[in-house]
């Protein structure tokens, strides 16, 4: 069963820190665009905050840029986000989301654009 799993949510004051990680687990064969989406409260649809290519191609919300770093590590299956100078408006739960191939237990594989994780909550407090 392959899973993105998120870690590193948590309770923080305005302006601090927080590092996002997620990572695959399973039978992946690979892994090409990875990024991270935000659904804040009261709001329906997520957002994407930044996504990573495969070569390294970063793309932020214009409202994270110069605060948020994203990167990866190909070998781990891992991509991470840091999130400096947060905000209360930054409080939301933040989704891992990956562009990956990966076998199915039958042995087929299988490419799926939009695998997501579970969710990790992250709350800035004023």
């Known amino acids: 069963q392959v899973q993105l799993v998120e870690s590193g949510g948590g309770l923080v004051q305005a302006g601090g820190s927080l590092r996002l990680s997620c990572a695959g687990s399973g039978r992946i064969l690979s892994i090409n665009a990875m990024g991270w989406y935000r659904q804040a409260p009261g709001k329906q649809q997520r957002e994407l905050v930044a996504k990573i290519t495969s070569g390294g191609t970063t793309t932020y919300e214009d409202s994270v840029k110069g605060r948020f770093t994203i990167s990866r590590d190909n070998a781990k299956k891992t991509v991470y986000l840091q999130m400096n100078s947060l905000k209360p408006e930054d409080t939301a739960v933040y989704y891992c989301?990956?562009?990956?191939?990966?076998?199915?237990?039958?042995?087929?594989?299988?490419?799926?654009?939009?695998?997501w994780g579970q969710g990790t909550q992250v709350t800035v407090s004023s």
């Open positions: 989301n990956a562009d990956l191939g990966y076998y199915t237990s039958s042995g087929y594989l299988r490419r799926e654009y939009d695998y």
